[in-house]
């Protein structure tokens, strides 16, 4: 069965203070690792999706990294508005064509002014 | 471009009443996803959708659920009779590759 971890489960930083999120993963043959956003009431939001071990995403603050076994989410420098829950999923390879996500529980993150 | 809409937003019920979710995904996706989050707990699969056909229902909970998706166009999720353990956030996906984007979910309560 696939599983997700993420830790922590919380976490407060500091405006300008950068730390790391971590996503731990078991998949039967990862098709992909996907990390959204998701603000309170509303939807997750696609933030960045890694394929292989050894790749790197970035998108203004965020930099997403992959190994074989964990993800981890770095964030430079946060700024309030970067305060959310953010998730960590992954999708296997399915032979019967079926592409659900596994979740983690997320990590909710707070950016102090 | 119109991003994947949930009717309603909130819905608030008693236990043995019927629920109908109702999901519009982006135009062209024909991939369609359901999960659902009850509190405390990660956001978890339901069905998935190829066009009008169910190609994997695999995480719904019961026979108390039944999906459907008109034309492969919108989709209805239709629980009854609900339970209170049903009472959670019910969130619609839609795909035309790996990635997947969300609607803003359907928060159900059950009474």
């Known amino acids: 069965e696939d599983q997700v971890t993420q830790s922590p489960e919380a976490l407060r930083l500091q405006e300008g203070e950068s730390s790391s999120l971590n996503c731990s993963y078991t998949?039967?043959?990862?098709?992909?690792l996907f990390w959204y956003r998701q603000d309170p009431g509303k939807g997750p939001e696609f933030l960045f999706t890694l394929y292989s071990a050894g790749e790197e995403k970035e998108k203004e603050r965020l930099k997403a990294t992959l190994t074989k076994k964990e993800s981890f989410l770095h964030i430079t420098a946060p700024k309030p508005e970067d305060s959310a829950t953010y998730l960590c999923?992954?999708?296997?390879?399915?032979?019967?064509?079926?592409?659900?996500?596994?979740f983690g529980k997320g990590t909710k993150l707070s950016v102090i002014p | 471009e119109a991003g994947v809409t949930q009717f309603p937003s909130h819905s608030v019920i008693e236990k043995g009443q019927t629920v109908t979710l109702r999901c519009d995904p982006i135009s062209g996706h024909d991939n369609l996803y359901w999960y659902r989050r009850v509190m405390g707990k990660e956001i978890k699969f339901l069905l998935h959708?190829?066009?009008?056909?169910?190609?994997?229902e695999s995480g719904m909970p019961n026979n108390r659920f039944l999906a459907e998706r008109t034309g492969g166009t919108y989709s209805t999720l239709k629980v009854q009779p609900a339970e209170l353990e049903d009472s959670g956030v019910y969130f619609c996906a839609s795909s035309q590759d790996p990635k997947q984007f969300f609607g803003p979910g359907t928060r159900l309560t059950v009474l």
């Open positions: 959708f190829v066009k009008e056909s169910k190609q994997d």
């Open positions: 998949v039967s043959g990862l098709r992909g």
């Open positions: 999923a992954v999708q296997a390879h399915s032979g019967a064509g079926s592409y659900q996500l596994t």
